[in-house]
């Protein structure tokens, strides 16, 4: 990934989701002026609907570092993934401790970063990148062209 300089602004959209014998991902990355930036899924083993969802964030986290975002606002529709990275609620269950710490700690190298919970309707892209990917088709797109927010 190029160098990109500073004032990239990110809204990112994020969702997981479990089917039968496996689990998905998936990410959709909008500039300010919501063209779409980057778009990115990935097959997960089997796990819980919370692991998936934490799988969704952790994708987010990741174009945001390939992207070299100086500020984002993730969007997900799971309450506990936003709570839970917004600090309002603990990480009880063992099995979102790991995840959980992983996103923290690639959180931390976004200066400027918030979470956002919203309605499923509005999470639709990010769930079907997530189903397609638990399906076992797998899509990456990255358009740098379009990552600037602002006239250059």
Do not use: F
């Amino acid at each position: 990934m190029p160098n990109l300089g500073g004032d990239t602004r990110l809204i990112i959209y994020a969702d997981g989701g479990i089917a039968r014998d496996r689990a998905g991902a998936g990410a959709v990355a909008l500039n300010l002026r919501r063209q779409v930036v980057a778009l990115e899924n990935r097959t997960l083993p089997l796990m819980t609907n919370n692991e998936a969802e934490y799988g969704g964030l952790l994708l987010a986290l990741e174009i945001a570092a390939a992207l070299q975002a100086d500020e984002v606002e993730i969007r997900l529709d799971s309450e506990v993934v936003v709570g839970q990275m917004a600090g309002r609620w603990a990480v009880n269950s063992p099995k979102l401790k790991s995840p959980h710490q992983q996103a923290c700690a690639l959180a931390r190298a976004i200066p400027r970063i918030t979470y956002k919970h919203i309605p499923r309707e509005l999470n639709e892209v990010a769930d079907a990148l997530a189903t397609e990917a638990a399906a076992g088709r797998v899509w990456r797109l990255y358009r740098t062209d379009t990552l600037r927010d602002r006239d250059d």
